[in-house]
């Protein structure tokens, strides 16, 4: 009984989880601010007649998404009216310019006579009045108004034929042959196809990595405009910022852009095959920012509390640190001190992580390689 054994103390056994890490890689990173926005139209015009009359003719593309060509016809109205003008107005031309003829024969015969009999008229308005210079004037005059009068007629004749002011789409038709027009009808609304607009709403807080041109010939941030559900995934068309608009959208008080794509419909041959924008699409777009000169770039969700990340030391015990971060993306943060290159982070979710506790590597990657 008195030398029966006794259990004694030991330290338990070390159990160390295991655990996934990434190796941080610190470099230059470009901020990507990614934002959904509208597609609308950069120049929109409802087309008048700038006269009267019944419409004769119309183009062939004047239908709803009929493409235009700057300076086509797009109709023609009935000028038989306006050729009757004209031809009343070069009558009158005529006229004035035959009185003009005679009046200046006898203010020829006039200063004849006045100089036969060598009389002397001191006053100057005198004078005038005996050599029929108001005369003279007021045929002038009624010349220069006959040839006004000419000239606004031919305006009006020419134009009967409405010309498409732009390249463009036609958005909707309102007048056909034989339709009756005044200045007051609307023939059309048409939208320019060299360019259309994003609209794209983005936080405040991201305006500081966006280029956006403060004068006429600087550049705005590229931009990358994808619509998954029109064109598939991995198709893109390019774009670039415009103008920051000058206040904040209502609801969401998020800061608007205008980002400018050109040739929306590929229509160029340089973009033949390109996919097209419509006007009214909700499309998404990733805005190329500036560049961070040296931060790593870490998935956010190994971002806990905020700004702590998990690091696994040279001892592999769990080092619960600290960062600045200098940007959050939507799948990355950029740190831009708090990590430096080569450590390890672990990845791994830990139910209660300890400063301090014992872990073992399971699997080493690298860290992601774009923002």
Same mark, same amino acid.
């Given at each position: 009984i008195q030398t029966k054994p006794k259990a004694g103390r030991k330290a338990p056994p070390r159990n160390a989880r295991l655990v996934d890490v990434e190796t941080v890689t610190r470099r230059p990173y470009r901020v990507q601010v990614r934002a959904m926005g509208t597609v609308g139209?950069? /120049?929109?015009?409802?087309?008048?007649?700038? =006269?009267?009359?019944?419409i004769l003719s119309v183009h062939d593309e004047f239908e709803p998404g009929?493409? +235009?060509?700057? %300076?086509?016809?797009?109709?023609?109205?009935?000028?038989? %009216?306006? %050729?009757? =003008?004209?031809?009343?107005?070069?009558?009158?031309?005529?006229?004035?310019?035959?009185?003009?003829?005679?009046? &200046?024969? *006898? *203010?020829?015969?006039?200063?004849?006579?006045?100089?036969?009999?060598? !009389? %002397?008229?001191?006053?100057?308005?005198?004078?005038?009045?005996?050599? /029929?210079?108001?005369?003279?004037a007021t045929v002038e005059a009624r010349l220069a108004a006959a040839r006004t009068a000419?000239?606004?007629? &031919?305006?009006?004749?020419?134009?009967?034929? #409405?010309?498409?002011?732009?390249?463009?789409?036609?958005?909707?038709?309102d007048a056909d042959v034989g339709t009756r027009v005044t200045p007051s009808t609307r023939l059309a609304t048409l939208v320019g196809t060299d360019d259309y607009w994003i609209e794209a709403t983005v936080p405040v807080d991201r305006l500081r990595w966006i280029r956006v041109p403060r004068t006429r010939g600087e550049t705005g941030s590229t931009v990358r405009v994808t619509s998954e559900a029109a064109w598939g995934r991995g198709v893109a068309r390019t774009g670039t910022v415009l103008r920051l608009?000058?206040?904040?959208?209502? *609801?969401?008080?998020?800061?608007?852009?205008?980002?400018?794509?050109?040739?929306?419909?590929? +229509?160029?041959?340089?973009?033949?095959?390109?996919? =097209?924008?419509?006007?009214?699409?909700?499309?998404? =777009? #990733?805005? !190329?920012g500036t560049e961070i000169p040296d931060v790593a770039a870490i998935h956010r969700d190994r971002i806990h509390d905020g700004n702590r990340v998990w690091i696994l030391d040279d001892e592999d015990r769990l080092e619960i640190r600290t960062v600045e971060v200098a940007y959050r993306g939507p799948d990355l943060a950029l740190v831009s001190s708090g990590v430096r290159e080569g450590e390890r982070i672990v990845v791994t979710d830990l139910a209660a992580p300890v400063e301090?506790?014992? +872990?073992?590597?399971? &699997?080493?990657?690298p860290g992601p390689e774009r923002s």
């Open positions: 139209p950069a /120049r929109s015009i409802a087309l008048h007649p700038r =006269v009267s009359g019944e009929g493409l +235009l060509e700057a %300076d086509e016809e797009l109709l023609r109205i009935d000028a038989s %009216d306006y %050729d009757l =003008v004209v031809a009343q107005r070069e009558t009158d031309v005529a006229r004035a310019e035959a009185d003009l003829a005679l009046e &200046k024969g *006898q *203010q020829s015969i006039a200063k004849r006579e006045f100089e036969l009999l060598g !009389e %002397d008229v001191p006053e100057e308005e005198g004078r005038n009045l005996v050599l /029929r210079k108001p005369q003279l000419l000239a606004k007629a &031919k305006l009006d004749r020419d134009r009967t034929k #409405v010309e498409v002011p732009l390249n463009s789409l036609v958005r909707t038709r608009a000058g206040d904040i959208e209502g *609801q969401g008080r998020m800061a608007r852009l205008l980002v400018r794509v050109e040739d929306p419909l590929a +229509l160029r041959e340089e973009n033949a095959g390109e996919p =097209v924008l419509l006007l009214g699409a909700y499309v998404r =777009v #990733v805005i !190329e301090g506790m014992p +872990l073992r590597v399971a &699997k080493s990657r």
